[in-house]
């Protein structure tokens, strides 16, 4: 993985297909003298000959993504030192929260709303499945078979592309003009056994040579499998409860249920836990999710993508153009049975008692046990896990389609592209078992008919079973349509070179039907929390754009470019950048940028409906509490909080400045660092925290709404009657840091050619600001985060390749540094550190038979376990599953035919 400055970008042009042109300079005579080819860059709207360009583009070729041993776009993706697990979306996030198994990139850490992924240049559509956390553009959509490399902008470009381009652009360029026919089969699996193996099969065809046939057809279908793994597969995640860093994932709602009433707990314990585990520790019964047979940490899926594209030369020049994408992914996951009591309401507001009460007319009721602890009679609450109810087992489906046709030739010494893109995304979430409606179970299990502690009749056991509801809970569509217009040419010949121009304008509108089956309108379904309302939206973004490269001096050129968008939801914003690049000597490159960039609020921020809900028990108000000590009302009570999207919320924006320098004194050696900073602005966020809320009422007093004063207190304010968790715009992140890279290339020997490449990043900051305006460095620091991932100070990827005739050899590592683990190690505050996690793989080619070639790798070479964690963000608990494979050492695979 490089940044390729020189004679890559001219091959990359010819592999895919971009139709370069011989535009004119100056008047025909010195058009027919000075004919150059040039390609399109990402982070430009300006053709550009090999070797322009004032940006840190990282280019990752066919063949790298081939050698890393990567078989998905997120895989490739965190392999890339800009890209962090911290703000990013795995299959991995599925367990224990709700995602509908979407997978998005974070570069900077920024999350996939602020990092814009491109598709030949093209917008992808967004993930029909948005909820909070969980936004951008859906990588599974990516035909990873089909990629011919990926051009990744480390650098704001909200000038050129428009919103969400923040952290930067990840370009996907597939593969076009392919002659012939190719077939793969994969399969790999992880030597400690237990499942998680995968099994891929690619096929490619293309036919039609576009200079000679003036057309080219290709089609690619890919097909992947990958079997489940559970939790207690693995040491280092077969239990939720380690008292040595402090995690205690584990639960007091357990099967046998556990009797609070008189601290009986468990009757029979300890030799009547199972499936629940007494640990001596605590002197108790508790379920521990992660030590249970079919609890999953990595999912059972199937996923199909389809790659068509076709271009006709019409002559003149002129050249027709059409893509076809479609994809489709069916993710089927299991987690722990729910749990039901009284610690868990629910119902829309989540304000109905789930509690479980034993009367003593129950032939269940254990009067010994409750004699001893002075309760006989009493009715008894019992904490309950749903085991005859099974494994909460849910399938997401997600489908994505997307088509471009388009024209585009040249007309003097101007280039131009004309297109319409059309984008439709659907995501699906069917419930297969373990989620019972606790208006038809609850009655049940307070009925006394139900033995809580043990085996049921089995004419219980199917009336328990009956309680599930089975079936459709959510079906998205997101759309996504329009056209686009751009030219491009050289207006003026100067004594350094050309004056470059481009300008274009686009016209898109966005659709967002989210529609939650009626049934979770009533926050009845355990393990879904509150009520789900429909989401129903749509808007048209106009925007116009222009761009000019000046060549200044011989050795210096500038570029600047503006862009304005106007959305018919919040308005119009109009973005900037300026960017110079300079060739101090025929052996060092500096460059340097500055620009600005935005984020729209999206459909769901702006229109997701408001429901009501409230807070946790035990909350109190610090103005009223202190006088009238009202307890239910005003002290130890629960107050109601209002959730939803905000109509007026305002764009993020963002100031992102580059520095940097590249130093290649021959095509076999460079070496290059950039400085980058950017400064983020009306961060969206869902809500203030209650308690803060509550705490500082002086500064969010506004947040409160209240009753008028009652008679009792004329003094005093109303009681609260509601605090608003609505989206707003507030606060800040700054973020500053380098990006480093060096490449070498040894003459050839007779024991081949050796390669050696390294990208890393290195963080000096990335500050959140407090509410109080403060702010809290979150660079190797998870220390109080609520959600799973790292910004490490320092992450790199290294290879080293060897080449002799047929023979390939690929060695790679990843590094990322320590950091301050999420949770406290004691009442005190003392907190740990993660430790580093390397890691190594391994692989072989060989290409001796003609057509044929067969690959043999190892991932995790060293079957390195990961870094221990307290993290309590996932269901996944021990490690970090965001930027760790549980697999652990995974050995794979493949054998190609291709006939060209």
């Known amino acids: 993985m490089m940044v390729r400055r020189k004679a890559l970008a001219i091959a990359t042009a010819n592999a895919f297909g971009m139709g370069c042109a011989l535009l004119a300079v100056g008047d025909v005579q010195a058009q027919q003298a000075q004919k150059v080819e040039k390609i399109e860059v990402t982070g430009s709207n300006i053709k550009r000959s090999e070797g322009e360009g004032a940006l840190p583009v990282t280019v990752i070729t066919r063949e790298e993504i081939d050698r890393s041993g990567a078989t998905t776009p997120i895989e490739l993706l965190n392999l890339v030192s800009a890209n962090n697990s911290a703000g990013n979306v795995s299959l991995a996030n599925v367990i224990g929260s709700l995602s509908f198994s979407a997978q998005t990139a974070s570069l900077r850490g920024l999350g996939g709303g602020r990092t814009l992924v491109l598709v030949n240049g093209k917008r992808m559509d967004s993930f029909a499945g948005e909820i909070q956390g969980v936004q951008g553009v859906n990588l599974s959509s990516i035909p990873f078979s089909a990629i011919e490399r990926v051009e990744i902008l480390k650098d704001g470009a909200s000038a050129v592309y428009g919103s969400d381009a923040i952290a930067g652009v990840i370009n996907f360029i597939l593969r076009q003009d392919y002659q012939g026919a190719e077939v793969m089969a994969y399969y790999g699996a992880p030597t400690r056994g237990g499942g998680g193996e995968i099994t891929r099969v690619n096929a490619a065809a293309g036919f039609g040579n576009l200079s000679k046939d003036r057309y080219n057809v290709l089609l690619t279908v890919s097909n992947d499998i990958q079997k489940p793994l559970d939790q207690n597969k693995r040491n280092f995640s077969n239990t939720s409860f380690r008292p040595e860093i402090n995690l205690a994932a584990i639960s007091s709602n357990t099967f046998p249920g556990l009797i609070t009433t008189g601290g009986i707990g468990v009757p029979g314990s300890p030799n009547n836990c199972a499936p629940s585990t007494y640990l001596e520790l605590l002197g108790g019964c508790f379920y521990d999710p992660s030590a249970q047979p079919g609890v999953q940490m990595i999912t059972d899926n199937t996923q199909w993508n389809v790659f068509a594209s076709g271009r006709v030369e019409l002559g003149s020049g002129l050249q027709a153009y059409a893509t076809g994408i479609f994809s489709r992914l069916e993710n089927q996951y299991r987690i722990q049975p729910v749990p039901i009591s009284s610690l868990f309401p629910y119902g829309p507001r989540l304000n109905i008692s789930s509690a479980i009460t034993l009367q003593p007319t129950s032939p269940f009721y254990p009067h010994g046990l409750a004699a001893e602890a002075g309760v006989d009679g009493q009715p008894l609450d019992v904490r309950w896990r749903a085991y005859e109810n099974g494994l909460r087992d849910t399938t997401d489906t997600n489908e994505n389609a997307q088509m471009n046709v388009g024209l585009k030739g040249a007309w003097r010494t101007w280039d131009w592209d004309a297109s319409y893109t059309y984008a439709e995304g659907h995501t699906k979430q069917k419930l297969n078992g373990g989620f019972p409606n606790l208006d038809l179970l609850l009655p049940l299990l307070r009925s006394g008919r139900v033995n809580l502690f043990g085996p049921n009749t089995p004419e219980i056991s199917r009336e328990i079973l009956a309680t599930n509801y089975n079936g459709e809970t959510f079906n998205a569509t997101s759309k996504n349509q329009g056209i686009q217009g751009r030219m491009s040419g050289e207006i003026y010949q ?109 459909l769901y921020q702006l229109n997701t409906p408001r429901i009501n809900g409230v807070t946790p028990a035990g909350q109190t108000d610090p103005v009223r509490c202190p006088v009238t000590n009202d307890t239910g009302l005003d002290c130890s009570t629960q107050f109601g909080v209002l959730f939803g999207g905000t109509k007026d919320l305002k764009p993020e924006t963002s100031e992102q400045t580059t520095l940097g320098v590249v130093y290649s004194p021959s095509t076999q050696f460079s070496v290059g660092a950039d400085y980058f900073k950017i400064r983020l602005n009306d961060v969206i966020t869902n809500g203030i925290p209650f308690t803060t809320i509550l705490g500082d009422q002086d500064q969010f007093g506004y947040l409160i709404a209240r009753d008028p004063p009652d008679a009792a207190y004329p003094n005093l304010p109303g009681h609260i009657s509601q605090i608003t968790q609505v989206y707003l715009n507030l606060g800040a992140v700054h973020i500053e840091g380098f990006d480093l890279e060096a490449h070498a290339t040894w003459p050839a020997t007779r024991f081949g050619r050796v390669k050696f490449d390294i990208t890393g990043t290195y963080y000096r900051r990335q500050d959140a600001q407090n509410l109080d305006g403060s702010y809290t460095g979150f660079v190797s620091n998870t220390f109080g985060a609520r959600t799973t991932g790292v910004v490490p100070r320092w992450k790199h990827y290294a290879s080293l390749s060897l080449d002799n005739g047929p023979w390939q050899a690929t060695l790679g590592t990843s590094y990322q540094s320590s950091y301050i683990d999420a949770a406290a190690i004691d009442d005190e505050g003392t907190t740990r550190r993660v430790s580093t996690l390397t890691l190594w793989d391994l692989q072989g080619a060989y290409k001796g038979f003609k057509n044929w070639t067969f690959v043999l790798g190892v991932k995790n070479l060293m079957d390195t376990d990961p870094p221990v964690t307290n993290q309590p963000n996932s269901f996944q608990v021990g490690f970090d599953p965001s930027y760790y494979d549980p697999r652990g050492r995974f050995v794979y695979g493949s054998v190609t035919w291709a006939f060209r």
């Open 494 to 602: 100067m004594k350094n070179g050309p004056i470059s121009l481009a300008f274009g304008a686009e016209y898109r509108k966005e659709s967002l039907d989210q529609n939650p089956a009626p049934v979770l309108a009533g926050g009845t379904i355990a393990g879904f929390g509150g009520n789900v309302l429909p989401v129903s939206s749509s808007r048209d973004v106009t925007a116009f754009y222009g761009e000019l490269n000046i060549p200044v001096l011989k050795d210096l050129e500038v570029n600047v470019a503006v862009r304005n968008d106007h959305y018919s939801d919040f308005g119009s914003t109009t973005n900037p950048k300026a960017s110079i690049r300079y060739n101090a000597t025929p052996d060092v490159l500096l460059r340097a940028s500055y620009g600005k960039g935005f984020l729209a609020p999206s």
